[in-house]
């Protein structure tokens, strides 16, 4: 029964130090956490502030975007980022014409930017996809450009976004493939996968994060527009439930993949390439999706947690060399008291 209880005993001493040591290395928040909706967004004819062109040095050439900043931003408080990618042939102001994504930042205090590509393509741009470090870089121009407004702007590091249409949409998917990390949640609308670029995705570093990811495409598009293969790439990835749920709302059916970071698929009904990305996709880009996630600006353990960590292992690990001490000197005079007498001869 002593050898029992004394069993016992250690094995509760080793369950309160793990107790103790895994409650000091938890996290206090996940990687994404889901925000409240915030006010519908007022009119046009409301915005005070002016779409802006700016120019940035990377690459040896001054890169060119269009900036929109909200007319109450007084920087005194940190706000979200959307990026907005032009499709090929077109610009950052041509894709606000159409997107009116600007419409949507005044009404909700965050900050839209609307970068071009580095390819000159027809009267506009295209973006250089499926390329990492290859001239233009255009995905390390994105990167320059994500610091250069975080150095203008109280931009909040963990509400940054980023979207685009066709050739935007695949530089989204680009960026996402490499640095995931950087953003709370993709909407590639209208974009070729990888592998339509006769790339195999096994063959490229995965993603460095989980990140929420919206596909979209129209009905009337090819099958290699929102493919069955992207959606599956990230299924995977994401490691969320294969069984989706679906939402009929029309015009637009979408199906939705839940798990720490959530995959959805959303078709337009009677679409075509040129229609998908039109302000009412956009303000459900914002609303049903990127308003929901957001990422820890400090993924994995915070500050407090390094100080704590190495103080709380120290002090369970001399507790319970104090208790095994003490237990052994009290099962060694149990023992003692417990033997024969011997008398002397």
């Known amino acids: 029964m002593k050898k029992m209880k004394s069993r ?12 103790i040591v895994t409650l000091a290395v938890t996290p206090v928040a996940k990687s994404h956490a889901r925000l409240e909706k915030t006010n519908p967004p007022i009119s046009r004819g409301q915005i005070k502030a002016d ?42 102001f041509l894709f606000e014409l159409s997107t009116g994504w600007m419409h949507l930042a005044e009404g909700n205090d965050f900050i839209v930017a609307y970068p071009d590509g580095g390819i000159g393509y027809a009267f506009g741009f295209r973006w250089n996809v499926y390329k990492w470090g290859e001239s233009p870089d255009d995905f390390g121009f994105l990167m320059a450009l994500i610091s250069q407004l975080k150095s203008d702007y109280q931009i909040d590091s963990s509400r940054i976004y980023m979207t685009g249409h066709s050739s935007g949409a695949s530089m989204t998917t680009t960026f996402a493939l490499r640095n995931a990390n950087v953003l709370a949640a993709i909407a590639p609308v209208s974009g070729l996968w990888i592998t339509s670029y006769d790339i195999d995705p096994s063959n490229i570093s995965r993603p460095n994060a989980h990140i929420p990811v919206h596909i979209w495409r129209g009905e009337f598009e090819s099958e290699e527009i929102g493919s069955w293969l992207e959606k599956q790439y990230w299924i995977d990835w994401n490691d969320v439930d294969e069984t989706p749920t679906y939402i009929d709302e029309g015009g637009y059916k979408t199906e939705v993949y839940t798990g720490d970071a959530e995959v959805r698929l959303t078709e337009i009904i009677e679409t075509s390439h040129t229609e998908t990305y039109d302000p009412n996709t956009a303000s459900m880009i914002w609303y049903d999706f990127f308003v929901r996630f957001s990422r820890s600006a400090s993924p994995g353990l915070a500050l407090w947690q390094y100080v704590a960590i190495p103080v709380v292992i120290s002090f369970a690990i001399g507790v319970a060399v104090i208790i095994i001490r003490r237990k052994r000197r009290r099962d060694k005079q149990d023992l003692t008291s417990l033997a024969p007498a011997v008398k002397p001869s």
């Open 8 to 19: 016992n005993e250690t094995i509760g001493i080793i369950l309160v130090v793990v107790v």
């Open 51 to 92: 779409i802006l062109l700016k120019t940035i040095p990377y690459g040896g050439v001054n890169r060119t975007y269009y900036l929109y900043v909200p007319s109450q931003y007084d920087g005194s408080k940190k706000v979200p980022l959307v990026l907005a990618l032009h499709p090929a042939g077109g610009t950052g």
